[in-house]
């Protein structure tokens, strides 16, 4: 096909079949079927027309023609670069000065970056250049062109002018305003002047608004608003690794903080002090979201973090935890007795709610009674009783449980063990016909013995309630889209499985980095786990003057598997990597 014939004009339906069948890229039955097929009743690009048939690509039978797909073609042909919107490597502020929104809006065009010396621009039409001499000589850089599907230059077009234009907007209503500044340790000779920031301001609410469902669309498990000496920075944690996602003027920053602090009924008056809060909303599919909130008093002023609670990640079947048969088994037997205490040890953020919450959800029959107290309650489920300490009010985890065995429970989960008290009166609840479930702070599932000991617990105690314990860590899972088969190294094979000596595996897998995971090459995580009934002969090692290597030694003869085992196993299956699962097991 002559491409020159399609200069200085937007591409049609049969332009566009004419390039796939030229780059055999569409079969000449599709082609032929296609335009009967087509819904021209809707006004959307020839592009998106045609994607929606979700034709086959001839050249490769399992992917379908899709925007994206479209575009990478048109690229090629076209001599052009391809480019993916990552809205977390797009610094709003700076593409969208380099051009009016109606401008973008009349050339259905987008800047993607910008740098000292040209601009990137995105167009789903790559053969229209009228707008391209105007626009070089009003900015006086290069500029080089991309081709991008054109649902994400409608769609960021839109979300980013409007952050940008509420930022603006906010930052120049609040122009010359400072907020006292007595949490600022760097501007106490700024105390003099005051102003006023209204956090029910449209802008403040529509960038509120954006930060959510932006963080809920990313996946983020936490978000963080933290303030700087001149601006405020706000980032996401995605799969366990935080991302710069924004930076806000700081009297922006200061608003968005006492918005959300409204939201979640905190103290906005109040920012010498730690505050925590919560708040519900829905994301765009109608999801309900919970987010826990949590300020904290710093040297330029308050930091928020908001930890996502979202229910399709919370409440997650067994099959998706990552428990592999064996130590499934272990865990079911564990939690399906009638009386005693499993316990969840592991750092914050290991992923030790998800397992109770899932096991709770699978155990909450209609014939059982089951109550939490928890600190604070991370997700309302309706098929538990769940009850949140309050210590302005003397309700503790020790209180708590005291009240939750007046309620006549089958089970109970206590949110964390963290004193004597609290573990005395879960103990005695074990002791008196229930299952309670809870969750310490170890290494690994033998040190929780002996954290219990030092806590007060006498051995005969624990030899007598506790029916397990299970050690858990999230590992990054490797991009299904585009890891890649990879030699095994043999070193640090060796340094994962030492002392056990593990089968070294056939083949290997190592991540890329694509549009899918934002080349990072890990899209979304896994548990592993080290799970440790507590059997008769392992009993016999809990005593007055219990030896930790000797109990360990004695849960592996009786087929516990490390943490770093568990995640051996994962790399064996081409789940995860070596250096991940190294990176977060500690080596016993």
């Given at each position: 096909m002559d491409i020159n014939k399609l200069l200085g004009r937007k591409l049609t339906l049969r332009d566009l079949v004419d390039i796939l069948k030229s780059q055999n890229r569409l079969s000449a039955e599709d082609a032929a079927e296609l335009f009967s097929n087509v819904d021209s009743s809707k006004n959307h690009s020839p592009i998106e027309q045609l994607a929606a048939l979700r034709l086959a690509d001839k050249q490769n039978s399992e992917r379908t023609l899709d925007s994206a797909t479209i575009a990478e073609l048109l690229a090629r042909v076209s001599g052009q670069h391809h480019f993916h919107i990552d809205p977390l490597k797009v610094d709003v502020a700076s593409i969208t000065s380099?051009?009016?929104?109606?401008?973008?809006?009349?050339?259905?065009?987008?800047?993607?970056?910008?740098?000292p010396t040209e601009v990137i621009i995105g167009s789903s039409e790559p053969f229209i250049d009228d707008w391209e001499s105007g626009l070089r000589h009003v900015l006086r850089k290069e500029i080089k062109r991309?081709?991008?599907?054109?649902?994400?230059?409608?769609?960021?077009?839109?979300?980013?002018?409007?952050?940008a234009r509420s930022v603006n907007s906010a930052a120049t209503d609040r122009k010359g305003q400072t907020e006292s500044k007595v949490t600022n340790m760097e501007?106490?000779?700024?105390?003099?002047?005051?102003?006023?920031?209204?956090?029910?301001?449209?802008?403040?609410?529509?960038?509120?608004?954006?930060l959510l469902q932006y963080a809920f669309d990313q996946r983020a498990s936490d978000i963080h608003l933290e303030p700087r000496r001149d601006q405020g920075v706000l980032r996401f944690r995605i799969d366990g690794v935080l991302h710069a996602v924004y930076q806000f003027p700081v009297q922006v920053a200061m608003a968005v903080l006492s918005r959300i602090k409204i939201l979640g009924r905190m103290n906005v008056a109040e920012k010498r002090k730690p505050q925590d809060g919560r708040l519900k909303t829905k994301s765009l599919e109608g999801n309900e979201v919970e987010l826990r909130l949590s300020t904290m008093p710093t040297a330029f002023g308050e930091k928020l973090v908001m930890r996502v609670f979202d229910p399709d990640v919370l409440l997650k079947p067994f099959s998706e935890l990552g428990l592999i048969q064996d130590d499934f088994k272990r865990w079911n037997q564990m939690t399906s007795e009638n009386s005693g205490i499993v316990f969840v040890t592991?750092?914050?953020?290991?992923?030790?709610?998800?397992?109770?919450?899932?096991?709770?959800?699978?155990?909450?029959?209609p014939e059982v009674n089951v109550c939490t107290i928890e600190d604070p309650i991370e997700m309302?489920?309706?098929?538990?009783?769940?009850?949140?300490?309050?210590?302005?009010?003397?309700?503790?985890?020790?209180?708590?449980?005291r009240s939750l065995l007046r309620q006549d429970p089958d089970i109970i989960m206590v949110g964390e063990i963290r004193d004597l008290e609290t573990a005395e009166i879960a103990i005695e609840a074990a002791l008196t016909g229930?299952?309670?479930?809870?969750?310490?702070?170890?290494?690994d599932a033998p040190t929780a013995v002996t954290r219990l000991q030092e806590l007060g617990i006498p051995p005969y105690l624990i030899k007598a309630t506790v029916l397990g314990v299970m050690a858990q860590r999230l590992v990054r899972r490797l991009c299904p889209h585009c890891k890649t088969s990879q030699p095994l190294d043999e070193g640090a094979w060796e340094r994962l499985t030492r002392p056990w000596r593990a089968g070294v595996p056939t083949e290997t897998y190592g991540p890329v980095g694509c549009l899918e995971c934002r080349d990072t090459g890990y899209l979304g995580r896994e548990g592993i786990y080290e799970v440790m009934p507590m059997s008769e002969s392992l009993k016999e090692f809990v005593h007055e003057q219990t030896d930790l290597s000797q109990l360990r030694a004695q849960a592996y003869k009786e087929g516990m598997r490390s943490l770093r085992i568990s995640g051996a196993q994962k790399v064996a299956r081409g789940i995860t990597t070596i250096e991940e699962v190294m990176r977060v097991a500690p080596l016993n």
């Amino acid at each position: 096909m002559d491409i020159n014939k399609l200069l200085g004009r937007k591409l049609t339906l049969r332009d566009l079949v004419d390039i796939l069948k030229s780059q055999n890229r569409l079969s000449a039955e599709d082609a032929a079927e296609l335009f009967s097929n087509v819904d021209s009743s809707k006004n959307h690009s020839p592009i998106e027309q045609l994607a929606a048939l979700r034709l086959a690509d001839k050249q490769n039978s399992e992917r379908t023609l899709d925007s994206a797909t479209i575009a990478e073609l048109l690229a090629r042909v076209s001599g052009q670069h391809h480019f993916h919107i990552d809205p977390l490597k797009v610094d709003v502020a700076s593409i969208t000065s380099v051009m009016s929104y109606e401008f973008a809006q009349q050339h259905q065009i987008l800047a993607l970056e910008v740098t000292p010396t040209e601009v990137i621009i995105g167009s789903s039409e790559p053969f229209i250049d009228d707008w391209e001499s105007g626009l070089r000589h009003v900015l006086r850089k290069e500029i080089k062109r991309a081709v991008v599907s054109p649902e994400d230059i409608r769609r960021y077009t839109v979300e980013f002018y409007n952050l940008a234009r509420s930022v603006n907007s906010a930052a120049t209503d609040r122009k010359g305003q400072t907020e006292s500044k007595v949490t600022n340790m760097e501007q106490l000779l700024e105390l003099g002047r005051k102003g006023s920031h209204d956090a029910n301001d449209k802008h403040i609410v529509n960038i509120v608004d954006w930060l959510l469902q932006y963080a809920f669309d990313q996946r983020a498990s936490d978000i963080h608003l933290e303030p700087r000496r001149d601006q405020g920075v706000l980032r996401f944690r995605i799969d366990g690794v935080l991302h710069a996602v924004y930076q806000f003027p700081v009297q922006v920053a200061m608003a968005v903080l006492s918005r959300i602090k409204i939201l979640g009924r905190m103290n906005v008056a109040e920012k010498r002090k730690p505050q925590d809060g919560r708040l519900k909303t829905k994301s765009l599919e109608g999801n309900e979201v919970e987010l826990r909130l949590s300020t904290m008093p710093t040297a330029f002023g308050e930091k928020l973090v908001m930890r996502v609670f979202d229910p399709d990640v919370l409440l997650k079947p067994f099959s998706e935890l990552g428990l592999i048969q064996d130590d499934f088994k272990r865990w079911n037997q564990m939690t399906s007795e009638n009386s005693g205490i499993v316990f969840v040890t592991g750092p914050t953020g290991s992923g030790k709610t998800t397992t109770l919450y899932s096991t709770l959800k699978a155990l909450a029959t209609p014939e059982v009674n089951v109550c939490t107290i928890e600190d604070p309650i991370e997700m309302v489920e309706p098929a538990f009783n769940q009850m949140q300490v309050q210590h302005n009010i003397d309700l503790t985890f020790a209180s708590g449980v005291r009240s939750l065995l007046r309620q006549d429970p089958d089970i109970i989960m206590v949110g964390e063990i963290r004193d004597l008290e609290t573990a005395e009166i879960a103990i005695e609840a074990a002791l008196t016909g229930h299952l309670v479930l809870s969750t310490l702070h170890t290494n690994d599932a033998p040190t929780a013995v002996t954290r219990l000991q030092e806590l007060g617990i006498p051995p005969y105690l624990i030899k007598a309630t506790v029916l397990g314990v299970m050690a858990q860590r999230l590992v990054r899972r490797l991009c299904p889209h585009c890891k890649t088969s990879q030699p095994l190294d043999e070193g640090a094979w060796e340094r994962l499985t030492r002392p056990w000596r593990a089968g070294v595996p056939t083949e290997t897998y190592g991540p890329v980095g694509c549009l899918e995971c934002r080349d990072t090459g890990y899209l979304g995580r896994e548990g592993i786990y080290e799970v440790m009934p507590m059997s008769e002969s392992l009993k016999e090692f809990v005593h007055e003057q219990t030896d930790l290597s000797q109990l360990r030694a004695q849960a592996y003869k009786e087929g516990m598997r490390s943490l770093r085992i568990s995640g051996a196993q994962k790399v064996a299956r081409g789940i995860t990597t070596i250096e991940e699962v190294m990176r977060v097991a500690p080596l016993n």
